[in-house]
């Protein structure tokens, strides 16, 4: 970096990045980077982020590191003044979401650059910054996984990617060096952590002349071509170390692009289409809730799988209820809240809570407290659970008898809408 980066003489904790939040985790299977600037119209990054931690097992939470890299400010919230990282302290705590910045006296100065391959000069700007971008995130999160996986910040991901890379990666024979899980750009490009410091050192010999994806391609041609062969032959070759993967499980959602004044319409044609609700054979119920429904999502789709349920913010003292035709015993339950296209309209600050149908039950349960160790409300119900992280799972005492109703209770204001995806 000294080599091709002759100001860092100058400045010895240039190379070093300011950690601001995590744990600095190590030794997992997969770290994810994410470079991230504050766009002008839009920020992207929060909605990534819930796509990407949205139906992640505890187990996959515990051996992967999602890096944002804040590649402008040296400050946080200088950049995010809107406070919006800090809304995963659960993840930031837990090792699983790291956020850093490079220090200003990393990047060389850029305003003097030669124009090339007809781009402006605010654009051959922006493409020599993030050729720095990346090369610094790479060399960051080298030591810490087996594989790094290439974002960006306007992303969504399929629920299962995690365990869809590991099982492609496990299926290659080959010695490959790039796997792509999208068609589009920089997105969802995974590479072994021991062929990041190469990588790294290809882009910082050419970080002023060309794009990071052509980078990329003409690294593969360096290893893969022969030039005594023609253009067809060296296709083949580079297919061998670059493999793609069908279907796509990253989709581009951002219009507005971190280059100021550029829209980009991009979509991968081979992610499929995105399913939003997971039916279930749910027993007959009367179906009722105060919210107010959004368009056609009513309670009664996602309650017969037939659509997700969406209405705009709860409030304190909103319900969703679901009254059974016929009392019936009950051994588990779900609720999930979200989906992929919007995963932060999540349910928060609701109890899940269940009616009896043994009235003696109830009554005593209201005058004395539950003998199952469940909190009671005046009108009878038990709380058996809560929403955590937009999901509500868990196992009910059988001693509790039959159960007339289920009903989840909002219990304060929402500054979101609120979506069910799966009863």
Same mark, same amino acid.
């Given at each position: 970096m000294y080599y091709y980066l002759p100001h860092l003489r100058e400045y010895e904790d240039a190379i070093f990045p300011n950690v601001i939040f995590g744990q600095q985790r190590t030794g997992v299977s997969l770290v994810m980077g994410i470079p991230t600037v504050k766009r002008e119209k839009q920020n992207y990054l929060i909605d990534t982020l819930n796509s990407l931690l949205y139906q992640l097992s505890e187990e996959q939470r515990k051996d992967c590191v999602i890096i944002i890299f804040i590649a402008e400010c040296v400050c946080l919230l200088c950049v995010y003044s809107d406070n919006s990282l800090p809304r995963f302290?659960?993840?930031?705590?837990?090792?699983?979401?790291?956020? %850093?910045?490079?220090?200003?006296?990393?990047?060389?100065?850029?305003?003097?650059?030669?124009?090339?391959?007809?781009?402006?000069?605010?654009?051959?700007?922006?493409r020599t910054k993030q050729n720095l971008d990346y090369s610094f995130l790479m060399l960051y999160a080298q030591p810490k996984g087996t594989f790094y996986l290439q974002l960006e910040d306007d992303i969504l991901a399929k629920p299962d990617f995690i365990e869809s890379i590991k099982s492609f990666a496990a299926q290659q024979s080959q010695d490959w060096m790039v796997l792509e899980f999208s068609q589009l750009g920089f997105i969802g490009k995974l590479f072994k952590s021991e062929d990041l410091p190469l990588i790294a050192e290809f882009f910082l010999m050419f970080y002023k002349d060309k794009p990071v994806d052509w980078l990329i391609d003409h690294l593969l041609w360096v290893k893969a071509c022969n030039p005594e062969k023609d253009a067809t032959d060296c296709e083949n070759e580079k297919s061998k170390l670059r493999v793609r993967a069908k279907p796509s499980l990253f989709q581009h959602m951002g219009i507005y692009s971190s280059l100021a004044g550029k829209i980009q319409n991009l979509k991968d044609k081979d992610f499929g289409k995105n399913l939003l609700h997971k039916a279930h054979n749910n027993p007959p119920a009367k179906v009722e809730t105060s919210l107010r429904v959004y368009q056609q999502y009513t309670l009664e789709k996602v309650y017969k799988g037939q659509d997700c349920f969406w209405a705009s913010a709860p409030v304190a003292g909103d319900f969703i209820r679901f009254t059974f035709l016929n009392p019936l015993e009950i051994e588990k339950y779900l609720f999930r809240s979200g989906n992929m296209e919007h995963p932060g309209d999540k349910l928060f600050n609701t109890t899940v809570e269940v009616l009896p149908v043994d009235e003696t039950l109830r009554k005593e349960s209201v005058a004395?407290?539950?003998?199952?160790?469940?909190?009671?409300?005046?009108?009878?119900?038990?709380?058996?659970?809560?929403?955590?992280?937009?999901?509500?799972?868990?196992? %009910?005492?059988?001693?509790?008898?039959?159960?007339?109703?289920?009903?989840?209770?909002?219990?304060?204001?929402?500054?979101?809408?609120? %979506?069910?995806?799966?009863?």
């Open positions: 302290p659960r993840e930031v705590q837990s090792g699983v979401l790291e956020v %850093i910045s490079p220090p200003a006296s990393y990047y060389p100065d850029l305003s003097n650059l030669k124009k090339t391959l007809g781009d402006s000069e605010d654009r051959v700007r922006w004395n407290g539950s003998k199952f160790n469940y909190p009671a409300t005046k009108d009878g119900y038990l709380k058996i659970g809560a929403f955590e992280n937009g999901i509500a799972e868990g196992s %009910i005492s059988q001693s509790i008898g039959k159960i007339q109703a289920i009903r989840l209770s909002v219990s304060s204001d929402s500054p979101v809408w609120a %979506i069910l995806s799966e009863v």
